[in-house]
């Protein structure tokens, strides 16, 4: 999968945690074709009032969910639009790349329409893998967790309607 690197330099200034930095400008971030995920270094700039929040992108289907990292600490973000209240998507920035990657891997492989049963199957070793990955994105208050449990009941719901 191809990865977007981002320039030292533009990151060198823009006050965010130095390891999510350090692995932007060394590894970057995939380049997804089934999925979405804008992101730029000049998105930086966009900061929500009175947070250390510095946005880097949106990711989502209709990319609608706002991506940030943080000042204060290592991570990916997203913040309730209506509790205003920080939603971790990732623990770090290279987990993160590594989530949609698999994510990615995941929409590749539904698209050969399987049965539901070896989907269901599929869809937790994904989760698995993730959990390996980086077990704090599936608290409560996270991004990942819920959704992949919806993603699970889905293709749950699916096999009982036929």
Sequence with gaps: M??????????ANSNINESDAEYLATHGLPNLKHDNLEFAVDQLGTQPEGTDCHQVGTYGILNDVPLYVRESTAGVWSID???????????????FAQFVSLRERYLLDMNKLLPA???????????????????AAFG??????PFID?????VAFYEEEF
């Design 2 to 11: 191809n990865e977007t690197k981002w320039e030292a330099s533009a990151l």
């Design 81 to 95: 639009e209506d509790s205003n209240e920080f939603i971790l998507v990732n623990s770090s920035v290279r987990s």
């Design 117 to 135: 049963k070896v989907q269901e199957q599929f869809v937790l070793a994904i989760k698995a893998a993730m959990e390996d990955i980086d077990s």
């Design 140 to 145: 409560e208050s996270s991004l990942w967790g």
């Design 150 to 154: 919806d993603i699970c009941n889905q």
